[in-house]
C-alpha cells in the first residue's frame, strides 16, 4: 500500500555546554581570520558590519541562533522536552489518527579523557532519564516512543569534542552495551551513528548485531547543500542511494546497496549546516510512495540538547503541506524499528528464547536459541566481582547452540548477560546471576 512512513531519530546526548569561544573557533577556522570572541563582535558578524570579516550566506548559517543555542542545564532540559511530549506530540496527527513518534537514540558518554562541552557523562544516565521522561508523557497523552542506541567513538587523543573513525582501538561500545545487558536488562536493535561516522570496519562489526542503521546521510548532488569532495573524514555518504527508505550494504563499500544482511536507512537533519530536511525531499518521499509497492521511510533526525520544538514545527508544517499536495498518499508516525518492519514486509513474529547453562565445575557456558539470530551469535557477557563488565565470543557447537569456557574461577563471576536480536528487530535479553542460577528474562519490541 502506498504510504509515507515517518521516523524521527533523536541523537539523545542529555545537556550541552558550548560558549562563544567554541563560537568564534569556527568562524576563525571558515574564514581564516582570528577575532576576538565577544558578543559584539558576533552581532557585527551577523549584521555583516565587521570590518574584519565578509558575511556570506554560509557564515550566517554557521552562526544561526538555533545552531549555536543549547541546553546547558537538566531542569531546563526536562521542561523543554515534556513540553516537546507532551504539548507538541499531537498538533499534527497523522493520517491514522495517531500522535507523533520519537526514536530517542541514547548515547553514554565514557571512554574520553577531557569533557569541554559538560555533557552527562558515566553509564546510563541519558538512558534512564528518558526512560524517565517517557513514563512521565506517558501520564498526560499516548506515548509510541522506544530508546535506541546511539554511539561517539573516542578519538585517538581523547578529546571529548572528537570522534574517531577506528572502532577496534578504545573500544568502549563492548563494555557500554555489557552494560545494558548487566545493569538494565536491554539491548539495541536500531543504531544511529556519532556524527554519522561508519567505515567498512565499523560495518562489519555492526552486521553481527543490529538489523536496523539509521545512518545515511546521502544527498543529491546539485542541491547547494551537499557533502564536498574533499570532505571525507567523518560522515562520508557521498556514494549511496539518495532516493528514500533502505537499503543491505555491500561488503566492500558500506555505501553501495549489496548482500550484507543488516538494512541502511537513509535520514536527514531536521535543521543543520548542511544536509537538512526541506520540501522538496518531504514531497519526493510522497512521489515515491506512490509509486511503490511497500511503504517508504522518510527519516529525520536531530539533537535534544537543542530546544526540538521549532524543529518539530517545521517537519510538521512540511508534512501539512505535502499531504495536501497528495492526498491520496497517507502518511505514518513510526518509530525506527516499526518503520523498517514496514517498509521491509517484515512479518511479526515472538522474540527467540535464549536458555543458558552453566557447567557444574563452572569452567563451562553454553548457549542455546529456539531459531538464527539476526547476526552469527547472540552477545554473551559476564559481570566480576569487581564489577567488570566482559564481553567476549562464543564459538559455535551446534545449531543454534554455542559455548564459552571461562578462564578465571566461577566464584569470580558474578553474573552472566545474553542479548540477540532477530531479523524483525525483536529483542531477546537474558542475565543468570551467579552462584545462585536465577534467571531473568526481558523482550522488546514485539507488537502482536
Not at 33 to 54: A, F, M, W, Y
Request: glycine share 6%.
Amino acid at each position: 500500500m502506498p504510504e509515507v512512513l515517518v521516523v524521527h531519530c533523536v541523537d539523545t546526548e542529555g545537556i550541552f555546554n558550548e560558549g562563544l569561544d567554541a563560537t568564534f573557533s569556527r568562524i576563525n577556522e571558515k574564514t581564516g581570520i582570528s577575532v576576538v570572541p565577544s558578543e559584539d563582535n558576533l552581532e557585527l558578524i551577523r549584521l555583516g558590519k565587521h570590518p574584519q570579516i565578509t558575511t556570506d550566506a554560509s557564515l550566517l548559517d554557521l552562526i544561526d541562533s538555533r545552531q549555536i543555542s543549547f541546553i546547558d542545564n537538566l531542569d531546563d532540559h526536562h521542561d523543554v522536552l515534556m513540553d516537546l511530549m507532551t504539548g507538541h506530540r499531537n498538533k499534527l496527527l497523522d493520517s491514522f489518527g495517531k500522535g507523533y513518534v520519537w526514536t530517542w537514540h541514547t548515547l553514554d558518554f565514557v571512554g574520553f579523557k577531557t569533557n569541554p562541552r559538560k555533557r552527562i557523562e558515566g553509564h546510563h544516565p541519558v538512558f534512564d532519564l528518558f526512560n524517565r521522561y517517557i513514563e512521565e508523557a506517558k501520564k498526560v497523552t499516548e506515548v509510541r516512543d522506544i530508546l535506541q542506541w546511539h554511539y561517539h567513538h573516542p578519538p585517538f587523543d581523547g578529546s571529548g569534542i572528537k570522534s574517531g573513525v577506528d572502532w577496534f582501538q578504545r573500544g568502549n561500545y563492548s563494555e557500554i552495551l555489557s552494560r545494558k545487558i548487566l545493569d538494565r536488562m536491554w539491548f539495541p536493535c536500531s543504531f544511529r551513528p556519532g556524527e554519522h561516522i561508519e567505515r567498512n570496519a565499523i560495518s562489519f562489526w555492526l552486521e553481527q548485531w543490529f538489523p536496523f542503521d539509521y545512518a545515511s546521510r546521502s544527498i543529491e548532488k546539485g542541491r547547494g547543500n551537499e557533502q564536498p569532495d574533499d570532505d571525507g573524514r567523518r560522515h562520508d555518504w557521498r556514494r549511496a542511494p539518495t532516493e528514500w527508505g533502505a537499503y543491505r550494504p555491500d561488503y566492500r563499500d558500506y555505501q553501495v546497496p549489496g548482500d550484507m544482511k543488516r538494512h541502511v536507512a537513509r535520514i536527514l537533519d531536521t535543521k543543520a549546516r548542511a544536509y537538512s530536511i526541506d520540501e522538496f525531499e518531504v514531497e519526493k518521499a510522497f512521489e515515491q510512495a506512490s509509486k511503490a509497492s511497500l511503504p517508504v521511510i522518510l527519516a529525520v533526525m536531530n539533537h535534544d540538547y537543542r530546544d526540538m520544538r521549532p524543529d518539530h514545527t517545521h517537519m510538521t508544517e512540511l508534512l501539512r503541506s505535502a499531504s495536501e499536495k497528495y492526498p491520496e498518499i497517507p502518511f505514518r508516525y513510526c518509530h525506527g524499528v516499526e518503520a523498517m518492519r514496514r517498509h521491509l514486509g517484515l512479518e511479526s513474529m515472538p522474540p527467540i528464547h535464549l536458555d543458558v547453562n552453566v557447567s557444574e565445575n563452572g569452567r563451562q557456558v553454553d548457549v542455546m536459541t529456539d531459531r538464527n539470530p539476526f547476526g552469527p551469535e547472540p552477545w554473551f557477557c559476564f559481570e566480576t566481582n569487581r564489577s567488570e563488565a566482559v564481553h567476549e565470543p562464543l564459538y559455535r557447537i551446534g545449531e543454534n547452540h554455542w559455548r564459552y569456557q571461562f578462564q578465571i574461577p566461577l566464584a569470580d563471576v558474578k553474573a552472566v548477560g545474553l542479548a540477540c536480536n532477530d531479523d524483525a528487530g525483536n529483542t531477546s535479553v537474558l542475565k543468570m546471576e551467579l552462584p545462585s542460577g536465577k534467571i531473568r528474562r526481558a523482550e522488546y519490541n514485539y507488537e502482536q
